[in-house]
């Protein structure tokens, strides 16, 4: 703890401030929205693919840059996801159409999912179980702010820098990020090198394109045909893949099923899913009734949308310090009622003659209920979850950077 390489919560701020990056990006864009298509002279179908590109590519690489983590060192592929979004966002500020902000958002997308799957790995490395729901705590605070406190910045960016400026805000913080990747996150490997099951990663990141395809654009297409196959063939392929992975089990596979035996494990993961989803959902529309519906401006339609933010801010190192004590479960579901409260409210009250103050309690409700959710949720995830190198010791005695180094798993059993 008396140096910065190796210090928990020095690793700790490195990896927010990164993961804040590429969760901020899922939402900015929303808000700049219709200055995009006015200042590049296109429709929303087009826009709203450097929303989906991202999102799509992030969804359907996330398995196979999780176990690259695995097998090259966290530390390596965090740092490759950082200088990969972090020049993405640069060519996203300097495209000059819209087929170049689609392609260079979809870059950003190959970054973000280099970086995220590493980022709670580093930190269950990081923190003894002691001290992972405080830290959880802190990386949910910075999850659900990224997510929700998108419109608010961007908002601001764009009616006072211009729209260019939700993408170039990321390039000063990557620059950091990276500086301080290498100067504060140890290099910890694992002490046997694994293999990458390429059939896997073809058939995952397949389904995993297919679907999110399907149903990102099924709407635009009037569920076609075309799309109704696609969305049939992504499970198909998905049931293939966890066909071929049973067989691996063995073998480094990419998803290990042992994992899944754990009950807490496998329904905690399901609502990740579903938590998360819900979070990215409400932010697009309600971004857009708000300047479209009730004819904000980008900064009053962001600052409309703060209190969750906000919120969440607050709440969430709480939050993650009352699950260490009395246990995630309960902080979860007093977090999940409130969300569903606050987002059920903001539903009934967007009619064409509402105020934007009219949805202060119902955001702050929801932020309330993210700030509940996030550490509890990732902290009983990863409870009974065996680990496969030592646990790290407690945080007063924290190994400096040379110990760390030698962190390794165990020899894997005959």
């Known amino acids: 703890m008396t140096t910065p390489r190796g210090n928990p919560w020095a690793v700790l701020a490195t990896l927010s401030l990164g993961f804040f990056m590429t969760l901020l990006d899922l939402?900015?864009?929303?808000?700049?929205?219709?200055?995009?298509?006015?200042?590049?002279?296109?429709?929303?179908?087009?826009?709203?693919?450097?929303?989906s590109g991202y999102a799509l590519v992030l969804a359907a690489l996330?398995?196979?840059?999780?176990?690259?983590?695995?097998?090259?060192?966290?530390?390596?592929?965090?740092?490759?996801?950082?200088?990969?979004?972090?020049?993405?966002s640069a060519a996203c500020g300097l495209a000059t159409?819209?087929?170049?902000?689609?392609?260079?958002?979809?870059?950003?997308?190959?970054g973000a999912a280099l970086l995220t799957p590493q980022t709670m790995a580093l930190i269950v490395t990081t923190f003894p179980a002691g001290r992972r729901g405080a830290a959880l705590g802190v990386?949910?605070?910075?999850?659900?702010?990224?997510?929700?406190?998108?419109?608010?910045?961007?908002?601001?960016?764009?009616?006072?820098?211009?729209?260019?400026?939700?993408?170039?805000?990321?390039?000063?913080?990557?620059?950091?990020?990276?500086?301080?990747?290498?100067?504060l996150i140890p290099d910890v490997r694992p002490a046997r090198a694994g293999r990458l099951d390429l059939p896997g990663v073809l058939l995952s990141t397949a389904a995993l394109t297919c679907l999110t395809f399907a149903l990102m654009e099924g709407d635009r297409y009037s569920w076609n045909a075309?799309?109704?196959?696609?969305?049939?063939?992504?499970?198909?392929?998905?049931?293939a893949f966890l066909r071929h992975q049973a067989r691996r089990?063995?073998?480094?596979?990419?998803?290990?099923?042992?994992?899944?035996?754990?009950?807490?494990?496998?329904?905690?993961?399901?609502?990740?899913?579903?938590?998360?989803?819900?979070?990215?959902?409400?932010?697009?529309?309600?971004?857009?009734?708000?300047?479209?519906?009730?004819?904000?401006?980008?900064?009053?339609?962001?600052?409309a949308l703060a209190p969750s933010p906000l919120v969440s801010l607050l709440v969430s190192p709480f939050a993650g310090r009352l699950s260490d004590r009395v246990g995630g479960r309960r902080v979860?579901?007093?977090?999940?009622?409130?969300?569903?409260?606050?987002?059920?409210?903001?539903?009934?009250?967007?009619?064409?003659?509402?105020?934007?103050?009219?949805?202060?309690?119902?955001?702050?409700?929801?932020g309330l209920g993210t700030g509940c959710v996030i550490a509890p949720l990732s902290s009983e995830a990863m409870r009974n979850v065996p680990r496969p190198w030592p646990e790290p010791p407690p945080a007063s005695?924290?190994?400096?950077?040379?110990?760390?180094?030698?962190?390794?798993?165990p020899p894997p059993p005959p």
């Open 249 to 303: 089990q063995n073998a480094d596979p990419l998803v290990p099923f042992a994992l899944f035996r754990d009950r807490g494990f496998a329904v905690m993961t399901a609502l990740i899913g579903a938590i998360g989803a819900a979070l990215v959902a409400a932010v697009l529309p309600l971004s857009l009734y708000l300047q479209q519906d009730l004819g904000l401006s980008a900064m009053r339609a962001g600052l």
């Open 226 to 239: 075309w799309i109704w196959v696609l969305g049939a063939t992504g499970p198909l392929l998905g049931a």
């Open 62 to 88: 996330l398995v196979t840059s999780s176990r690259l983590g695995d097998l090259k060192g966290r530390r390596a592929l965090f740092a490759a996801g950082v200088a990969v979004f972090t020049l993405a």
């Open 397 to 409: 005695t924290t190994p400096s950077a040379s110990s760390a180094r030698s962190w390794a798993p």
């Open 97 to 110: 159409g819209p087929a170049t902000l689609i392609a260079a958002r979809a870059v950003q997308g190959l």
């Open 139 to 183: 990386w949910g605070s910075v999850a659900g702010v990224a997510t929700l406190s998108g419109p608010t910045l961007g908002g601001f960016l764009v009616s006072t820098a211009g729209w260019r400026w939700v993408f170039f805000i990321n390039v000063p913080i990557g620059l950091l990020v990276l500086a301080m990747t290498f100067l």
């Open 332 to 366: 979860l579901l007093a977090g999940l009622l409130s969300y569903t409260l606050g987002l059920a409210a903001t539903a009934l009250l967007t009619t064409p003659t509402a105020h934007a103050a009219t949805f202060v309690l119902p955001l702050m409700l929801m």
């Open 27 to 51: 939402t900015i864009v929303n808000i700049a929205v219709p200055d995009v298509m006015r200042s590049l002279h296109t429709g929303l179908d087009q826009v709203m693919w450097t929303v």
